[in-house]
């Protein structure tokens, strides 16, 4: 530093050509430049020389914007750099520009600071020339601060004593009114604190502001309180809401751990601070930045607090599980670890209802908090054994139809309903109050497994699986609200227990399988010799007025038809729900429109085979029926036309009408053959099948396989039916059919009626020829040929009229059927017409009642 | 020997140039014997920038005392 020091002397020379002859001056500024050099004054900036460089060209731009003097100097330091002399020519063009800099900026006076502070003073003091106020700061060194104070002490109001202050605040933070500090409204709802001092004393504003922050504390803390206290006392309080208070109440216990220590370190701090009154214990005392910074966490913790109550209020059970769940949705990681923490507590009770729901299928839930409800009005209730049941031996009353019959209807369907009311109603799942953690799929999943569990051991009475499962499902593990990956693994494989174990159930204990094969083989016909065997034995007393048929009777005959048909093999307790009966009927009505078979069915088999599929069995069998009876009596009169006509009838002018008629009744037996192919082979079958296929594989729960029967029944009836999609057409080719079946019906009977007129007619012949042989066999009738003749006009109008309505009827199915929506019903027309036989009038011109086999 | 004194010479006198020309680009308002005694110094390992803010501090010293009233030059 030395040659630094003598270098300086030139300098000072140079700019201040005072100190040439004031050596004390000359000292002073000396040493201060001294002071300056061993300052650090840029050290701090670490640049290498292209930096540099770029910040000179940047400054020179400033300087001047033509860029001239920028390309100048960068041959200028490229030259610099040429030159051997200098070792640093770096902090030479530092000091360059450092001084460029400092020149510039010197206009707007701002200058460096270390000089601005002392430099002046000093020479002031030096110089001898005191200013007054210069003087009154720089030797008295109060701060405004304390300056104020005096000002307030000279008034005479002074601020509170912070310490004080603390204790009301420990107070406030509690609810509680402090001495200096109160709440002003005992409202719960809003409270306002007043800030009261005393007479001497204030409290400064800022002071105020701090404590009502602090104050906010107590506020959250007072409602969290009257929360727990208020769900204390009453009663009919929900599980999930008492374990909400249970671990609010825990929350409050560490609340006010905090507060008593709090409270104790207050204490020690006024001990310590008594010996120097007036003064706050800087160090360790308690002030009321201190405690703002320590209940910063708490705060947090009541506000939530705080909402859940709010929360509280008009939520219940699941739904309140919901609001705090989406909480735990939050960014800040402190509020998701509070929600997930208190979630865990209040989703308990919740957790433990879906146990015994999952493993037992017992819905234990006093405060209907769960996502399932039972319907009170379908208890526990184990049903009545089916042996029980009470058979309808009053339905056959002839005269007293009214009592006896609505009686006996109203306790059967009664009985009927429950299995499948039980299943559909007795729990219904709440969507609003499934837990979001849950998930909706999985929700259903549960209440499935639930309702599947409940129903094999009240319904199904096998309550002994349920026990065991439970006992094997518990060692599994608790279910909570932290795993839910357990959760839903647990779920899913009760679900699969569940509902395999009510597959095996209904197919092995209750035998579905049997019950749906037998409604299959006997109320749709499949066992074809029962059919025909029923048909034969029934078929003379149905043609009867249906007041003079019996139910004794019917059974006695369906009895026989069992017992010759292949039908005896099956099972006794199939055989035994079989039953025949008589719908209500009406005047005029015959047999044949009243008798219906009957299949019965308990519970639990019920809750598939409900009443309304049990209904569309009967009108799909009594539609069959009615198709087996057209087939039977075109049987029969065929063998007439046939046989009889050919032995006995010997009358070669009537030959050609004879012809005719079987033309059309070939024509009719082709119709009703087919017509019973497609509904047994296309659609009985098949969709036997695809329910079959379902039964075997064994997925899904008593929904799905109610469903899956549903919709075979549905898939049969419409099709047999020929129902058709289009809205007020639904029936329009049922009626044709059934208009079908009268023409047949009537044909069948002209064509008796022809036969029997011929019979009479050759026997006659008969007579007259024996006659003329001279052989008398009876007394020749008086017969009036002109009569005779009319009568046989009249059977042939007839027989043609019935033929040739018949065909036209067909033909206008057959055209409708072609454009059916259905596909298998499509086919159907094409079955009937294979030939294109029945074409639109206009296309058929040549072609005038072929034959058709 | 004396060619390599002058060589030095030479050299020393084009570098002051440069530095001069530098200085005069920046505007630093400095003539070339206080720029030779201030690369000196910088040369001596004085810190650049302490330096700058000297000779700012004395230049404005000087103009502080040419103001200031007669009694106190005398």
Redesign the interface.
């Known amino acids: 530093m030395a040659?630094?020091s003598s270098?300086?002397e030139?300098?000072?020379h140079?700019?201040?050509?005072?100190s040439r002859t004031d050596e004390s001056l000359k000292n002073d500024?000396v040493s201060?430049?001294q002071e300056?050099?061993?300052?650090?004054?840029?050290?701090k900036t670490e640049t290498n020389f292209s930096q540099l460089t770029d910040l000179?060209k940047r400054?020179?731009l400033q300087?001047s914007p033509s860029g001239a003097?920028a390309s100048?100097?960068t041959n200028?330091?490229a030259?610099?750099l040429d030159?051997?002399?200098?070792?640093?020519k770096q902090?030479?063009?530092?000091?360059?520009?450092?001084?460029?800099s400092?020149?510039?900026r010197?206009p707007p006076t701002i200058q460096?600071p270390v000089?601005t502070t002392s430099f002046p003073s000093r020479r002031q003091v030096q110089q001898q020339s005191p200013n007054n106020i210069s003087s009154l700061i720089g030797e008295d060194g109060a701060s405004s601060a304390s300056r104020l104070k005096e000002y307030r002490l000279l008034k005479g109001v002074s601020h509170m004593n912070e310490s004080l202050l603390v204790r009301d605040t420990l107070y406030l933070m509690q609810g509680i009114s402090g001495k200096y500090v109160r709440f002003s409204s005992l409202k719960d709802d809003e409270k306002n604190l007043v800030f009261g001092g005393n007479s001497k004393n204030s409290i400064s504003p800022s002071t105020q502001a701090l404590i009502l922050r602090l104050a906010e504390l107590g506020y959250l803390y007072s409602r969290v309180e009257n929360f727990v206290r208020k769900r204390e006392s009453a009663h009919g309080v929900g599980m999930i809401e008492q374990s909400l208070c249970h671990y609010l109440q825990i929350q409050l216990t560490e609340y006010y751990r905090l507060i008593a220590v709090l409270e104790t370190h207050l204490s020690c701090t006024q001990r310590e601070s008594a010996d120097p009154p007036s003064s706050v214990n800087e160090e360790t005392g308690l002030s009321l930045r201190r405690l703002d910074v320590w209940v910063t966490e708490w705060r947090l913790r009541m506000r939530m607090m705080s909402v859940c109550v709010e929360g509280a209020r008009d939520s219940h059970g699941g739904a309140l599980v919901n609001l705090i769940h989406s909480y735990t949705d939050n960014g800040d990681p402190f509020v998701r670890r509070f929600t997930d923490e208190l979630l865990e507590e209040v989703s308990r009770p919740f957790f433990a209802t879906l146990q015994k729901w999952l493993f037992s299928g017992e819905l234990y839930d006093p405060f209907e908090e769960f996502f399932v409800t039972a319907d009170s009005s379908h208890g526990h209730v184990p049903y009545v054994h089916p042996s029980s049941l009470p058979g309808g031996i009053s339905q056959m009353s002839n005269e007293g139809v009214f009592g006896g019959f609505s009686g006996d209807a109203e306790d059967l369907s009664g009985h009927r309903e429950n299995g499948q009311k039980l299943w559909e109603t007795k729990y219904r799942f709440r969507k609003d109050m499934l837990p979001l953690f849950v998930g909706e799929s999985f929700g259903r999943k549960i209440f499935s497994t639930g309702k599947s569990l409940n129903f094999i051991r009240y319904s199904c009475l096998d309550s002994d699986w349920v026990v065991t499962r439970e006992k094997m499902s518990n060692t599994g593990g608790i279910l909570e609200y932290g795993d839910i990956g357990g959760l839903e693994r647990s779920i899913d494989t009760a679900y699969q227990v569940a509902s395999h174990r009510l597959f095996e159930v209904f197919i092995e204990k209750f035998k579905l399988l049997d019950h749906l094969s037998a409604l299959k083989q006997f109320l749709l016909l499949g066992h074809g010799d029962f059919a025909d065997q029923l048909m034969e034995a029934l078929g003379p007393s149905l043609a009867r007025p249906a007041n003079t048929l019996y139910r004794h009777n019917l059974t006695a005959n369906l009895e026989t038809a069992i017992r010759s048909s292949s039908a005896l093999r099956d099972p006794v307790d199939v055989l035994r729900r079989l039953d025949a009966r008589m719908l209500e009927y009406s005047h005029g009505e015959i047999g044949w429109d009243v008798f219906t078979l009957e299949y019965k069915v308990n519970p639990p088999i019920d809750t598939v085979l409900d009443l309304e599929a049990m209904e569309k069995y009967l009108k799909l069998f009594k539609h069959l029926w009615q198709m087996k009876r057209i087939e039977k009596t075109l049987d029969k009169g065929w063998m007439r036309v046939t046989g009889g006509a050919q032995k006995f009838i010997r009358m070669p002018e009537l030959e050609f009408e004879w012809h005719k008629v079987r033309l059309v009744m070939a024509e009719m037996i082709h119709f009703i053959r087919q017509l019973e192919a497609y509904c047994r082979l296309e659609v009985i079958e098949c969709s036997w099948k695809v329910l079959i296929d379902f039964l075997n594989k064994k997925e899904g729960d008593l929904d799905a396989l109610i469903d899956c029967h549903r919709t075979y029944l549905d898939r049969i009836a419409k099709k047999i039916l020929l129902w058709n999609s289009k809205p007020g057409k639904e029936e329009v080719l049922l009626r044709q059919l059934l208009d079908i079946f009268a023409f047949i019906l009537q044909f069948r009977e002209a064509t008796d009626n022809f036969y029997n007129f011929c019979l009479t007619e050759s026997a006659r012949k008969d007579q007259e020829m024996d006659a003329e042989r001279g052989l008398f066999t009876g007394t020749p009738k008086e017969s009036d040929l002109a009569s005779s003749q009319e009568h046989l006009a009249g059977i042939l109008g007839r027989l043609n009229e019935y033929g040739s309505g018949f065909s036209e009827r067909v033909l206008v199915l057959v055209q409708q059927l072609q454009i059916h929506p259905d596909l298998d019903c499509r086919f159907l027309g094409i079955r009937l017409s294979f030939s294109d036989y029945y074409k639109p009038r206009r296309e058929q011109q040549p072609l005038q009642g072929p034959a058709k086999a | 020997m004396s060619t390599k004194e002058s060589e030095?010479n030479s050299?020393?006198q084009?570098?002051l140039d440069?530095?001069y020309?530098?200085?005069q680009?920046?505007?630093?308002?400095?003539d070339k014997?206080?720029i030779a005694?201030?690369?000196?110094?910088?040369?001596?390992?004085?810190?650049?920038?302490?330096?700058?803010?000297?000779?700012?501090?004395?230049?404005r010293?000087?103009a502080a005392?040419?103001t200031q009233p007669p009694p106190n030059?005398g």
Do not use: W
């Not at chain 2, 680009?25 to 400095?30: A, H, I």
């Not at chain 2, 910088?42 to 650049?48: D, L, M, R």
């Open positions: 040659t630094a270098l300086l030139p300098l000072l140079t700019y201040v050509p005072a500024l201060h430049c300056i050099l061993k300052s650090h004054i840029g050290q000179v400054r020179l300087l003097s100048k100097f200028l330091v030259r610099l030159q051997p002399v200098l070792s640093r902090e030479s063009i530092l000091f360059l520009f450092a001084l460029s400092l020149n510039t010197q460096i000089l | 030095r050299s020393a084009q570098t440069i530095l020309d530098i200085s680009l920046l505007n630093t308002q400095l014997a206080t005694t201030c690369v000196g110094m910088v040369e001596n390992g004085v810190n650049p920038e302490a330096l700058a803010a000297v000779i700012q501090e004395l230049r010293e000087g005392l040419s030059m």
